[in-house]
C-alpha cells in the first residue's frame, strides 16, 4: 500500500505584467496564497508585481493558473513569468514594501468611475464618509491623471500631501479591507477640501449661473442643460457658437434614446461622452446642442459629480473648462486666470491633477476621442518594434503614441495643436508618458505634411526620423488595430492630408501594407478657391464643384471669390470637401464654426431616409465626385426632398469606392479609415457593399478614423519600417 507523503515544498517567483498596479491585485494575490496556503510575498516595482511564493507543487501551479486567468475586475495582466528558486523557508505570506528598480514599464491603468459599493457609503447617512467628495477603493477612482510615477503608490501620486488619518490607515493596511493599498483614499477627517461649500455650488447653478468644477483631467464649465439664457451665456462667454456642448445626466434615458448598447458604454467604467439620439421634447435648452438630432450624453463619474447632480437635481451642461481650441485648463491657480470671464464661480479642490485628460467620447462600436478613462490602455502592435518608436500624430485632434516591443501606448487627446498653449501641453505630455514607460525613443515618425508643428518638432529630436503620408498612417491604424498586416485595400475618407504630389489628398483607395502603399484609385481633385477659406466656407467647394459639374454657381459672392482660382486654389482629392460641398449646396451649412460641421450636419439630414445611390464614374482611377454634385443640383431644382438628395450622395460616395475596390480585385480585405468614416451612414453604406461581394471589411473600433488615431498607425509603420530594415 502506497503512503502518501506530503510533497516537498518549492519555491517560485512569478513577475506578472500589464495593468496590475492600483486595481487591487496584490490583496487578491494575499488570498489565493493564503487559500492554497502558500508562504512569501507580492509587491509592486516599477515593472509590475513580483510574487515569490513557497509551498506545494500543485498549490502552484494552482496559483500560476489563476494569475494568467483571472484577476481582480479592473486588472489586465499580459505576462506572467514564472523562475524556480531555492527554498527560503519562509512562515506565512506578506505584502511587502514597493520597489523602484526595475526596468521594465509598468502600465499605469485609466481613471475608473466610481463603483456601486462606494456610492452606496456616499448616500448613507450611516457611513463615516458620507457625502465625502472624494470617496474612493481598490476599484474605483482617479489612477492616471493622479500618478507622477511608477511603482503606482501613495507617495508617487499628487495625494502624497495628505496625510492617512488612523480610521483611514486602518483600512489601508488591513488585506481583507475593500480599501487595502488603495492609494487615493481619504475621508473628511484627513482627505483634499473643496475650495466652497457644494451648496454655494448649487446656488450659482440654479441662479443660471457657469460654475467651473473640477473633474478627474481638468475642469468643466457647468451650467443648468435646460436653462436656455444659461447655455447661451456659456456659448457666447466661451466663443462657442455651434459645437454641440456635453450634458451630463444621471438618468440619460430621460433625454435620449437609450438602448442595451448604448447603457453599456454609458455606465462603463470609462465613463465616455455618448453620442446619442435625443429624445423627442427632451428638456434641453436649444444651444445645448443647435439644430442636432443627437446628444453627447455622460453620466457622473466622480463622487463630487454625484452630489452635484443629486442636488441640483437636473441635468448640467459640462463642457470642457478652456476657451475654444485651447487645452483643457488643469490646476485652479489656471482655471481661475484663464476661465475668469467665463466662468461665475470654481468648485475647485486640493487635490493636484498630475496629467490633462479630457472626456472620451464614443458612438456606438466607435470611439471619436480616446481620453479620460480609456487611456492610457494599451493597443498590441501586430510585430514588435526592435526600437521605441514615439509618433507624433497630425495637427488636428492632436495625439501621440509610444511603441515600444509589441505594445503601443496612445496618448490621451491633446486638442489642436496650432495654439501655443496646446503645442506646449504637447510638449510636456510626451515628456510625462515617456518617463511613465521608461522609454527613449530611437526613431520619431511624423507626418509628411512639412508646416504641422508635431512634425518641426520631430525633425529637431535626437532621433531616426521617418516622414509618413498622412492616408497611409489611417489606414494602418485600422489595419494594426486588427492585428493585421496587410496587404489590404484601405478606403480613406477623410477631410485633408498632405499628398507626396503636392495636392491634398483625402478620397484615396490604396494598396497598402504596413510597409507602404499604392494610390490605386481618388476623388477627382478640385480647386479649394482661397485654400483654407473654403474650408471654412463649404460654398466655395460648392461653386468649385458646380463649375466641375457644369452648372451654375447659385452663390452671390462667387464673382468676387472666383478670381482667387488664379491665386490660391490648392487642390484637394477630400471626401471631406465633397461632403462640405453638397452641404452648402443644399442649404445645410454654407460656412462652419467647428472641424466637420457641414459634413456632421448633411449626415444628420440624410438620416435614414433611404435613396437609391447616385452614379460616379470611375475611369483610369479617377472617381468623378462632380457627378454627384451635378446629380443634388439637378434633382433640387425639380423639387426633390433635400433628407433623399443628401442620402443618395452618401449611397453614391459608398457606391463608387465599392465599385472602385472590385475592380482594384485580388486583395479580399478593405479596412475603412479616416476622418469621413466617423459618419456611421457612409461607414455602413461601404460596408454592407463591400461585403455583400466578398470583401472582408475591418473597421475602426478602440483607435479613432479621424485625426486622433494618426499616431497609432504611424507608430506601426515605423516600427515595420524599422524592423524590416533590422
Ligand atoms: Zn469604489
Ligand atoms: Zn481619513
Ligand atoms: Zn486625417
Known amino acids: 500500500m502506497a503512503i502518501e507523503t506530503p510533497a516537498r515544498a518549492e519555491r517560485r517567483r512569478f513577475r506578472v505584467t500589464g495593468v496590475v498596479q492600483g486595481v487591487g491585485f496584490r490583496p487578491w494575490v494575499h488570498g489565493l496564497a493564503e487559500r492554497h496556503d502558500l508562504a512569501g510575498f507580492v509587491?509592486?516595482?516599477?515593472?509590475?508585481?513580483?510574487?515569490?511564493?513557497?509551498?506545494?507543487?500543485?498549490?502552484?501551479?494552482?496559483?500560476?493558473?489563476?494569475?494568467?486567468?483571472?484577476?481582480?475586475?479592473?486588472?489586465?495582466?499580459?505576462?506572467?513569468?514564472?523562475?524556480?528558486?531555492?527554498?527560503?523557508?519562509?512562515?506565512?505570506?506578506?505584502?511587502?514594501?514597493?520597489?523602484?528598480?526595475?526596468?521594465?514599464?509598468?502600465?499605469?491603468?485609466?481613471?475608473?468611475?466610481?463603483?456601486?459599493?462606494?456610492?452606496?457609503?456616499?448616500?448613507?447617512?450611516?457611513?463615516?464618509?458620507?457625502?465625502?467628495?472624494?470617496?474612493?477603493?481598490?476599484?474605483?477612482g482617479p489612477r492616471f491623471t493622479i500618478v507622477r510615477r511608477v511603482p503606482y503608490d501613495r507617495p508617487n501620486t499628487t495625494m502624497a500631501g495628505f496625510g492617512l488619518c488612523d480610521a483611514c490607515r486602518r483600512e489601508y493596511e488591513d488585506p481583507a479591507d475593500r480599501r487595502f493599498h488603495a492609494e487615493p483614499i481619504a475621508c473628511h477627517d484627513?482627505?483634499?477640501?473643496?475650495?466652497?461649500?457644494?451648496?454655494?455650488?448649487?446656488?450659482?447653478?440654479?441662479?443660471?449661473?457657469?460654475l467651473a468644477v473640477k473633474g478627474v483631467g481638468g475642469f468643466h464649465l457647468a451650467c443648468d442643460a435646460a436653462d436656455e439664457e444659461a447655455v447661451a451665456r456659456l456659448r457666447?462667454?466661451?466663443?462657442?457658437?455651434?459645437?454641440?456642448?456635453?450634458?451630463?445626466?444621471?438618468?440619460?434615458?430621460?433625454?435620449?434614446?437609450v438602448g442595451a448598447g448604448e447603457a453599456e458604454l454609458l455606465y462603463s467604467a470609462a465613463r465616455p461622452i455618448v453620442l446619442l439620439q435625443r429624445r423627442e421634447g427632451a428638456p434641453v435648452a436649444p444651444s445645448v446642442a443647435p439644430g442636432s438630432p443627437w446628444l453627447g450624453i455622460m453620466t457622473p463619474y466622480t463622487p463630487l459629480h454625484h452630489l452635484l447632480l443629486a442636488d441640483f437635481g437636473a441635468p448640467l451642461v459640462m463642457t470642457s473648462g478652456n476657451r475654444s481650441d485651447e487645452p483643457i485648463a488643469l490646476e485652479d491657480d489656471e482655471a481661475r486666470e484663464r476661465l475668469a470671464g467665463i466662468?461665475?464661480?470654481?468648485?475647485?479642490?486640493?487635490?493636484?491633477?498630475?496629467?490633462?485628460?479630457?472626456?472620451?467620447?464614443?458612438?456606438?462600436?466607435?470611439?471619436?476621442?480616446?481620453?479620460?478613462?480609456?487611456?492610457?490602455?494599451?493597443?498590441?502592435?501586430?510585430?514588435?518594434?526592435?526600437?521605441?518608436?514615439?509618433?507624433?500624430?497630425?495637427?488636428?485632434?492632436?495625439?501621440?503614441?509610444?511603441?515600444?516591443?509589441?505594445?503601443?501606448?496612445?496618448s490621451a487627446h491633446l486638442g489642436d495643436l496650432h495654439s501655443e498653449p496646446a503645442f506646449r501641453a504637447f510638449d510636456r505630455d510626451v515628456a510625462l508618458y515617456l518617463e511613465m514607460l521608461g522609454v527613449r525613443p530611437g526613431v520619431v515618425a511624423h507626418d509628411l505634411?512639412?508646416?504641422?508643428?508635431?512634425?518641426?518638432?520631430?525633425?529637431?529630436?535626437?532621433?531616426?526620423?521617418?516622414?509618413?503620408?498622412?492616408?497611409h498612417a489611417h489606414a494602418a491604424a485600422c489595419l494594426a488595430e486588427h492585428g493585421e498586416t496587410g496587404p489590404a485595400l484601405a478606403v480613406v475618407l477623410d477631410g485633408t492630408g498632405y499628398?507626396?504630389?503636392?495636392?491634398?489628398?483625402?478620397?484615396?483607395?490604396?494598396?497598402?501594407?504596413?510597409?507602404?502603399?499604392?494610390?490605386?484609385?481618388?476623388?477627382?481633385?478640385?480647386?479649394?478657391?482661397?485654400?483654407?477659406?473654403?474650408?471654412?466656407?463649404?460654398?466655395r467647394v460648392a461653386a468649385a464643384y458646380l463649375e466641375r459639374a457644369g452648372r451654375p454657381v447659385p452663390f452671390e459672392r462667387w464673382g468676387l471669390v472666383r478670381q482667387s482660382l488664379a491665386v490660391n486654389a490648392p487642390l484637394s482629392s477630400g471626401a471631406g470637401r465633397l461632403l462640405d460641398a453638397v452641404s452648402?449646396?443644399?442649404?445645410?451649412?454654407?460656412?462652419?464654426?467647428?472641424?466637420?460641421?457641414?459634413?456632421?450636419?448633411?449626415?444628420?439630414?440624410?438620416?435614414?431616409?433611404?435613396?437609391?445611390?447616385?452614379d460616379c464614374r470611375l475611369s483610369g482611377g479617377t472617381i468623378h465626385g462632380a457627378d454627384l454634385v451635378r446629380a443634388a443640383h439637378d434633382d433640387l431644382d425639380v423639387g426633390r426632398s433635400r433628407e433623399e438628395i443628401a442620402a443618395a450622395v452618401h449611397e453614391g460616395l459608398a457606391a463608387a469606392f465599392a465599385a472602385a475596390c472590385l475592380l482594384a480585385g485580388q486583395t479580399r480585405t478593405v479596412v475603412l479609415s479616416g476622418g469621413c468614416l466617423q459618419n456611421l451612414r457612409l461607414r455602413d453604406g461601404?460596408?454592407?457593399?463591400?461585403?455583400q461581394v466578398g470583401f472582408t471589411v475591418l473597421t475602426h473600433r478602440r483607435v479613432p478614423p479621424n485625426d486622433g488615431g494618426i499616431a497609432f498607425g504611424q507608430a506601426a509603420i515605423a516600427a515595420r519600417r524599422t524592423s524590416v530594415c533590422a
Open 43 to 140: 509587491l509592486n516595482d516599477a515593472g509590475g508585481v513580483v510574487i515569490e511564493a513557497e509551498g506545494a507543487p500543485d498549490a502552484l501551479d494552482a496559483l500560476e493558473v489563476a494569475l494568467r486567468a483571472d484577476g481582480p475586475p479592473l486588472a489586465r495582466v499580459q505576462r506572467v513569468e514564472s523562475e524556480p528558486l531555492p527554498s527560503a523557508g519562509d512562515s506565512g505570506f506578506s505584502i511587502a514594501p514597493s520597489r523602484g528598480d526595475a526596468a521594465t514599464a509598468t502600465l499605469v491603468p485609466a481613471d475608473t468611475a466610481t463603483c456601486e459599493a462606494c456610492l452606496r457609503e456616499l448616500f448613507d447617512p450611516a457611513d463615516r464618509r458620507y457625502r465625502h467628495p472624494f470617496i474612493t477603493c481598490t476599484q474605483c
Open 190 to 210: 484627513c482627505g483634499p477640501r473643496l475650495s466652497m461649500p457644494l451648496a454655494d455650488a448649487v446656488r450659482v447653478l440654479r441662479a443660471g449661473g457657469i
Open 236 to 257: 457666447a462667454r466661451k466663443h462657442r457658437e455651434d459645437k454641440p456642448f456635453a450634458v451630463m445626466a444621471a438618468d440619460p434615458a430621460l433625454l435620449v434614446h
Open 343 to 410: 466662468a461665475d464661480a470654481f468648485l475647485g479642490h486640493d487635490r493636484p491633477i498630475h496629467r490633462r485628460c479630457e472626456d472620451s467620447v464614443v458612438r456606438p462600436e466607435l470611439t471619436l476621442r480616446r481620453s479620460r478613462g480609456l487611456a492610457p490602455a494599451t493597443l498590441g502592435l501586430p510585430f514588435a518594434a526592435p526600437r521605441p518608436v514615439l509618433a507624433v500624430g497630425a495637427e488636428l485632434k492632436s495625439t501621440f503614441c509610444v511603441a515600444a516591443g509589441l505594445q503601443a501606448h496612445l
Open 449 to 471: 505634411h512639412p508646416d504641422y508643428l508635431s512634425t518641426k518638432w520631430a525633425l529637431e529630436q535626437d532621433a531616426d526620423a521617418i516622414g509618413i503620408q498622412h492616408h
Open 499 to 539: 499628398g507626396p504630389d503636392g495636392t491634398l489628398w483625402g478620397g484615396e483607395l490604396l494598396r497598402c501594407d504596413l510597409n507602404d502603399y499604392d494610390r490605386v484609385a481618388h476623388l477627382d481633385a478640385i480647386p479649394l478657391p482661397g485654400g483654407e477659406a473654403a474650408v471654412r466656407e463649404p460654398w
Open 584 to 614: 452648402a449646396l443644399l442649404g445645410v451649412r454654407e460656412r462652419i464654426t467647428y472641424e466637420g460641421q457641414a459634413a456632421i450636419e448633411l449626415e444628420q439630414l440624410a438620416g435614414r431616409a433611404s435613396a437609391e445611390p447616385y
Open 686 to 691: 461601404l460596408r454592407e457593399r463591400l461585403e
